[in-house]
Protein backbone atom coordinates (compact mmCIF):
# COMPACT_ATOMS: atom_id res chain seq x y z
CA UNK A 1 0.00 0.00 0.00
CA UNK A 2 1.13 3.48 -0.99
CA UNK A 3 2.50 5.72 2.19
CA UNK A 4 2.01 9.12 0.60
CA UNK A 5 1.36 10.35 3.78
CA UNK A 6 5.14 10.06 4.39
CA UNK A 7 5.78 12.61 2.11
CA UNK A 8 3.05 15.12 3.06
CA UNK A 9 5.31 17.30 5.76
CA UNK A 10 8.77 19.38 5.43
CA UNK A 11 10.40 16.87 3.44
CA UNK A 12 14.30 16.61 2.24
CA UNK A 13 15.56 14.93 -0.49
CA UNK A 14 19.02 13.14 0.07
CA UNK A 15 21.44 11.60 -2.41
CA UNK A 16 24.48 9.36 -1.89
CA UNK A 17 28.15 9.89 -3.32
CA UNK A 18 30.99 7.72 -4.72
CA UNK A 19 31.30 4.33 -2.81
CA UNK A 20 27.60 3.48 -3.16
CA UNK A 21 27.85 1.95 -6.61
CA UNK A 22 27.64 -1.87 -7.51
CA UNK A 23 27.18 -3.83 -10.51
CA UNK A 24 23.57 -3.80 -11.49
CA UNK A 25 22.01 -1.20 -9.60
CA UNK A 26 18.47 0.05 -10.97
CA UNK A 27 18.23 -2.77 -13.65
CA UNK A 28 14.90 -3.64 -11.17
CA UNK A 29 14.09 -0.37 -10.90
CA UNK A 30 14.28 0.44 -15.38
CA UNK A 31 12.19 -2.71 -15.68
CA UNK A 32 9.64 -0.93 -13.30
CA UNK A 33 9.52 2.70 -14.46
CA UNK A 34 9.87 3.65 -17.80
CA UNK A 35 10.99 7.32 -16.69
CA UNK A 36 13.78 5.51 -15.07
CA UNK A 37 14.89 3.55 -18.59
CA UNK A 38 14.50 6.95 -19.96
CA UNK A 39 16.77 8.59 -17.95
CA UNK A 40 19.34 5.61 -18.78
CA UNK A 41 19.44 5.86 -21.91
CA UNK A 42 20.00 9.91 -21.88
CA UNK A 43 23.28 9.08 -20.33
CA UNK A 44 24.48 6.46 -22.80
CA UNK A 45 23.48 9.41 -25.34
CA UNK A 46 24.72 12.61 -23.16
CA UNK A 47 28.20 10.87 -22.68
CA UNK A 48 28.82 8.16 -25.45
CA UNK A 49 29.61 5.72 -23.59
CA UNK A 50 28.07 2.94 -22.93
CA UNK A 51 27.16 3.87 -19.28
CA UNK A 52 24.08 1.98 -18.73
CA UNK A 53 26.34 -1.80 -19.65
CA UNK A 54 28.37 -0.91 -17.53
CA UNK A 55 26.11 -0.26 -14.46
CA UNK A 56 24.07 -3.50 -15.52
CA UNK A 57 26.74 -5.63 -16.46
CA UNK A 58 30.21 -4.27 -14.71
CA UNK A 59 32.76 -5.65 -14.35
CA UNK A 60 32.80 -4.16 -11.00
CA UNK A 61 37.01 -2.87 -11.34
CA UNK A 62 35.68 -0.83 -14.35
CA UNK A 63 32.50 0.19 -12.87
CA UNK A 64 34.33 1.10 -9.71
CA UNK A 65 37.13 3.31 -12.02
CA UNK A 66 36.47 7.05 -10.30
CA UNK A 67 35.63 8.31 -14.26
CA UNK A 68 32.87 6.21 -14.49
CA UNK A 69 31.41 5.48 -10.95
CA UNK A 70 30.46 9.44 -10.56
CA UNK A 71 28.49 9.69 -13.96
CA UNK A 72 26.71 6.03 -12.38
CA UNK A 73 25.39 7.11 -9.71
CA UNK A 74 24.32 10.37 -10.98
CA UNK A 75 22.38 8.17 -13.34
CA UNK A 76 20.96 5.65 -11.16
CA UNK A 77 19.87 8.96 -8.34
CA UNK A 78 18.55 10.80 -11.27
CA UNK A 79 16.41 7.81 -12.48
CA UNK A 80 15.36 6.76 -8.86
CA UNK A 81 13.89 10.55 -8.70
CA UNK A 82 12.27 10.46 -12.19
CA UNK A 83 10.63 6.78 -10.88
CA UNK A 84 9.77 7.91 -7.85
CA UNK A 85 7.62 11.57 -9.60
CA UNK A 86 6.17 9.25 -12.31
CA UNK A 87 4.90 6.52 -9.96
CA UNK A 88 3.77 9.47 -7.51
CA UNK A 89 2.15 11.29 -11.03
CA UNK A 90 0.19 7.62 -11.07
CA UNK A 91 -1.26 8.57 -7.72
CA UNK A 92 -1.96 12.40 -8.29
CA UNK A 93 0.86 13.00 -5.56
CA UNK A 94 3.79 14.80 -5.83
CA UNK A 95 6.58 15.60 -4.12
CA UNK A 96 7.33 18.84 -2.98
CA UNK A 97 10.50 19.30 -0.75
CA UNK A 98 11.72 21.62 1.24
CA UNK A 99 15.59 21.46 0.82
CA UNK A 100 18.11 18.78 -0.81
CA UNK A 101 21.08 17.51 -0.07
CA UNK A 102 23.77 15.34 -1.60
CA UNK A 103 26.96 13.58 0.25
CA UNK A 104 29.93 14.94 -1.86
CA UNK A 105 29.14 13.68 -5.59
CA UNK A 106 25.60 13.54 -4.49
CA UNK A 107 25.63 17.23 -4.00
CA UNK A 108 25.32 17.45 -7.69
CA UNK A 109 21.87 15.05 -7.81
CA UNK A 110 21.13 17.34 -5.31
CA UNK A 111 21.23 20.02 -7.49
CA UNK A 112 19.37 18.66 -10.44
CA UNK A 113 16.52 17.98 -7.36
CA UNK A 114 15.99 21.32 -7.30
CA UNK A 115 16.50 22.32 -10.97
CA UNK A 116 19.52 24.27 -10.60
CA UNK A 117 21.24 21.60 -13.16
CA UNK A 118 19.58 19.49 -15.86
CA UNK A 119 20.87 16.41 -16.32
CA UNK A 120 22.66 16.50 -19.11
CA UNK A 121 25.15 19.55 -17.58
CA UNK A 122 24.92 17.32 -14.22
CA UNK A 123 26.20 14.56 -16.04
CA UNK A 124 28.65 16.10 -18.17
CA UNK A 125 30.44 17.69 -15.30
CA UNK A 126 30.66 14.56 -13.01
CA UNK A 127 32.24 12.62 -15.75
CA UNK A 128 35.01 15.83 -16.13
CA UNK A 129 34.96 16.06 -12.25
CA UNK A 130 35.88 12.29 -12.09
CA UNK A 131 38.22 12.39 -14.81
CA UNK A 132 39.88 15.49 -13.16
CA UNK A 133 40.33 13.65 -10.03
CA UNK A 134 41.57 10.07 -11.23
CA UNK A 135 44.22 12.52 -12.78
CA UNK A 136 44.73 14.28 -9.64
CA UNK A 137 45.24 10.50 -8.08
CA UNK A 138 47.73 9.46 -10.74
CA UNK A 139 49.84 12.54 -10.32
CA UNK A 140 49.46 12.54 -6.15
CA UNK A 141 48.76 9.11 -5.40
CA UNK A 142 46.80 8.80 -1.93
CA UNK A 143 44.07 6.87 0.06
CA UNK A 144 41.46 7.93 2.68
CA UNK A 145 40.47 5.90 5.73
CA UNK A 146 37.34 5.91 8.19
CA UNK A 147 38.28 6.25 11.85
CA UNK A 148 35.66 5.36 13.99
CA UNK A 149 34.80 6.24 17.81
CA UNK A 150 37.12 8.93 18.29
CA UNK A 151 36.52 12.77 19.08
CA UNK A 152 36.97 15.22 16.75
CA UNK A 153 39.90 16.82 18.72
CA UNK A 154 41.91 14.25 18.77
CA UNK A 155 41.39 12.80 15.35
CA UNK A 156 42.70 16.68 14.32
CA UNK A 157 45.48 16.25 16.38
CA UNK A 158 46.56 13.21 14.64
CA UNK A 159 46.47 14.19 11.94
CA UNK A 160 48.20 17.56 12.56
CA UNK A 161 51.15 15.23 13.98
CA UNK A 162 51.57 12.59 11.18
CA UNK A 163 51.44 15.86 8.53
CA UNK A 164 55.19 15.84 9.90
CA UNK A 165 56.11 12.82 6.90
CA UNK A 166 53.38 13.99 4.53
CA UNK A 167 49.71 15.76 3.75
CA UNK A 168 46.55 14.32 5.91
CA UNK A 169 43.29 15.87 6.84
CA UNK A 170 39.99 15.66 7.48
CA UNK A 171 38.48 15.32 4.84
CA UNK A 172 34.55 13.41 6.14
CA UNK A 173 32.75 14.05 9.07
CA UNK A 174 29.94 12.13 8.51
CA UNK A 175 28.58 11.70 11.65
CA UNK A 176 29.42 11.29 15.68
CA UNK A 177 32.33 9.07 16.29
CA UNK A 178 32.58 8.05 12.43
CA UNK A 179 35.09 10.60 9.81
CA UNK A 180 36.79 10.14 7.16
CA UNK A 181 40.73 11.67 6.78
CA UNK A 182 42.48 11.49 3.32
CA UNK A 183 45.77 12.34 2.07
CA UNK A 184 49.41 10.96 1.22
CA UNK A 185 49.50 7.47 1.91
CA UNK A 186 52.26 7.31 4.48
CA UNK A 187 50.76 10.16 6.40
CA UNK A 188 47.65 8.79 6.08
CA UNK A 189 48.92 5.46 7.62
CA UNK A 190 50.61 7.13 10.26
CA UNK A 191 47.34 9.21 11.21
CA UNK A 192 45.96 6.06 11.53
CA UNK A 193 47.96 4.47 14.25
CA UNK A 194 47.88 7.32 15.79
CA UNK A 195 44.00 7.45 16.33
CA UNK A 196 44.12 3.63 17.04
CA UNK A 197 46.97 4.83 19.99
CA UNK A 198 44.64 7.37 21.06
CA UNK A 199 41.60 5.54 21.70
CA UNK A 200 39.87 5.23 17.94
CA UNK A 201 37.82 1.68 17.93
CA UNK A 202 38.62 0.74 14.23
CA UNK A 203 41.10 2.27 11.83
CA UNK A 204 39.84 1.50 8.24
CA UNK A 205 41.56 2.25 4.61
CA UNK A 206 38.78 2.73 2.29
CA UNK A 207 38.89 0.93 -1.31
CA UNK A 208 39.77 4.20 -3.31
CA UNK A 209 42.83 5.41 -4.59
CA UNK A 210 42.47 9.11 -4.52
CA UNK A 211 42.71 11.98 -1.69
CA UNK A 212 39.07 13.55 -2.34
CA UNK A 213 38.69 16.46 0.05
CA UNK A 214 42.10 16.88 0.05
CA UNK A 215 44.86 19.67 -0.83
CA UNK A 216 46.09 16.51 -3.21
CA UNK A 217 43.37 18.07 -5.02
CA UNK A 218 44.03 21.15 -5.28
CA UNK A 219 45.13 21.27 -8.68
CA UNK A 220 42.06 19.15 -9.76
CA UNK A 221 40.06 21.82 -8.14
CA UNK A 222 41.27 24.87 -10.03
CA UNK A 223 40.57 22.86 -13.37
CA UNK A 224 37.01 21.79 -11.82
CA UNK A 225 36.68 25.79 -11.20
CA UNK A 226 37.13 26.95 -15.05
CA UNK A 227 34.41 24.17 -15.91
CA UNK A 228 31.99 25.21 -13.41
CA UNK A 229 32.84 28.92 -14.50
CA UNK A 230 31.32 27.83 -17.86
CA UNK A 231 28.21 26.20 -17.06
CA UNK A 232 25.01 27.01 -17.03
CA UNK A 233 23.91 26.97 -13.30
CA UNK A 234 20.74 28.56 -12.06
CA UNK A 235 19.10 29.66 -9.21
CA UNK A 236 17.73 26.37 -7.32
CA UNK A 237 14.33 25.83 -6.98
CA UNK A 238 14.38 25.12 -2.91
CA UNK A 239 17.77 25.26 -1.32
CA UNK A 240 20.61 22.69 -0.85
CA UNK A 241 22.34 22.51 1.49
CA UNK A 242 26.14 22.82 1.50
CA UNK A 243 29.10 20.22 1.76
CA UNK A 244 31.87 22.58 2.57
CA UNK A 245 30.00 25.38 4.67
CA UNK A 246 26.81 23.09 5.86
CA UNK A 247 24.50 26.59 4.94
CA UNK A 248 21.28 26.32 2.35
CA UNK A 249 22.57 27.37 -1.06
CA UNK A 250 19.80 29.82 -2.54
CA UNK A 251 21.51 31.28 -5.43
CA UNK A 252 23.27 30.23 -9.04
CA UNK A 253 26.34 32.42 -7.48
CA UNK A 254 26.54 30.75 -4.40
CA UNK A 255 26.29 27.27 -6.01
CA UNK A 256 29.04 27.97 -8.45
CA UNK A 257 31.74 29.17 -5.68
CA UNK A 258 30.63 25.88 -3.88
CA UNK A 259 31.38 23.58 -6.77
CA UNK A 260 34.49 25.23 -7.64
CA UNK A 261 36.29 24.37 -4.31
CA UNK A 262 34.35 21.35 -3.27
CA UNK A 263 36.81 18.72 -4.31
CA UNK A 264 39.78 20.03 -2.23
CA UNK A 265 37.58 20.79 1.09
CA UNK A 266 36.14 18.81 3.56
CA UNK A 267 32.50 17.33 4.01
CA UNK A 268 30.21 18.56 6.49
CA UNK A 269 27.84 15.91 6.69
CA UNK A 270 27.05 16.16 10.68
CA UNK A 271 26.71 19.81 9.97
CA UNK A 272 24.61 19.53 7.21
CA UNK A 273 21.70 17.10 8.99
CA UNK A 274 21.61 19.67 11.94
CA UNK A 275 20.87 22.71 9.30
CA UNK A 276 18.37 20.83 7.71
CA UNK A 277 16.91 20.27 11.39
CA UNK A 278 16.85 23.60 12.30
CA UNK A 279 15.15 24.12 9.10
CA UNK A 280 12.36 21.51 10.51
CA UNK A 281 12.77 19.27 8.53
CA UNK A 282 10.85 16.04 9.92
CA UNK A 283 11.10 13.77 6.93
CA UNK A 284 13.70 12.74 4.61
CA UNK A 285 14.08 10.70 1.42
CA UNK A 286 17.29 8.92 0.61
CA UNK A 287 17.24 8.72 -3.40
CA UNK A 288 20.23 6.42 -4.96
CA UNK A 289 21.75 3.29 -4.42
CA UNK A 290 22.02 1.74 -1.21
CA UNK A 291 21.14 3.53 2.27
CA UNK A 292 24.17 4.93 3.46
CA UNK A 293 23.12 7.92 4.10
CA UNK A 294 20.44 7.03 6.07
CA UNK A 295 22.44 5.40 8.12
CA UNK A 296 24.41 8.16 8.81
CA UNK A 297 21.49 10.73 9.42
CA UNK A 298 20.25 7.94 11.99
CA UNK A 299 23.06 8.65 14.07
CA UNK A 300 23.22 12.41 13.76
CA UNK A 301 19.77 13.23 15.05
CA UNK A 302 16.83 10.27 16.47
CA UNK A 303 14.13 13.22 15.47
CA UNK A 304 14.06 12.84 11.97
CA UNK A 305 12.82 9.47 9.94
CA UNK A 306 14.58 8.67 7.04
CA UNK A 307 13.07 6.23 4.15
CA UNK A 308 13.74 5.36 1.07
CA UNK A 309 11.65 5.14 -2.18
CA UNK A 310 10.98 1.42 -1.51
CA UNK A 311 9.79 2.25 1.75
CA UNK A 312 7.55 4.58 0.28
CA UNK A 313 5.00 1.14 -1.16
CA UNK A 314 5.03 2.79 -4.25
CA UNK A 315 6.07 -0.81 -5.83
CA UNK A 316 9.03 0.48 -6.65
CA UNK A 317 12.03 -1.43 -6.12
CA UNK A 318 14.47 1.02 -4.60
CA UNK A 319 18.28 0.74 -5.37
CA UNK A 320 19.16 -1.40 -2.53
CA UNK A 321 22.20 -3.77 -2.27
CA UNK A 322 21.08 -7.41 -3.70
CA UNK A 323 22.01 -9.44 -0.33
Not at 192 to 216: C, N
Not at 230 to 241: E, G, Q, R
Amino acid sequence: MARTELIEGNVALVFPGQGSQFVGMGNDLQEASPAAKTVFAQADEILSVPLSKIIAEGPAAVLEDTINAQPAILTASVAALEALRERLAEKSATITPLAAAGHSLGEFTALVAAESLDFPTALTLVRERGRLMKEAGTESPGGMAAILGLDDESLAAACQEASDIGIVVVANANCPGQIVISGEVAALERAMLLAKERGAKRATRLGISIASHSPLMAHASKQFADVISKATIKDPKVPVIANVTAQPLRTAAEIRAELSYQIERPVNWTGSVRTMVDMHIDTVVEIGPGAVISGLIKRITADVPTYTIADLGLELPGLGKPA
